[in-house]
């Protein structure tokens, strides 16, 4: 399904996704993301969300115990999210 869209007197045209898209896309593997970038995209959360704690001033202590659990959160959750599962035999 295909809605037309127009920016600037241009016309492009956008697919929407449908469920069924966004399920093939999961099981294909196209739409992964790589760990790369996932990793690079968290360091950029973790600086941010110790920035705000600084600025709070939450003692250094504990903002070192909060970003050591995020960075370990931040490869649980990147291994699960970006691992590729064995083609089925």
């Known amino acids: ?11 492009h045209d956008f697919k929407i996704l449908e469920v069924q898209d966004l399920y093939l896309l999961s099981r294909t593997g196209e739409a992964n993301v790589s760990f790369g970038l996932y990793l690079v995209g968290y360091i950029v959360l973790v600086v941010g969300l110790a920035l705000a704690a600084h ?5 250094p202590r504990w903002i070192g115990v909060g ?9 649980l959750t990147g291994v699960t999210t970006t691992r590729h599962r064995d083609p089925p035999v």
């Not at 600025?55 to 003692?59: R, Y």
């Not at 970003?67 to 370990?72: D, F, P, Q, R, S």
């Open 1 to 11: 399904m295909y809605a037309p869209a127009r920016f600037a007197g241009q016309n």
């Open 67 to 75: 970003i050591i659990c995020m960075v370990g959160l931040g490869i």
């Open 55 to 59: 600025l709070l001033h939450v003692p």
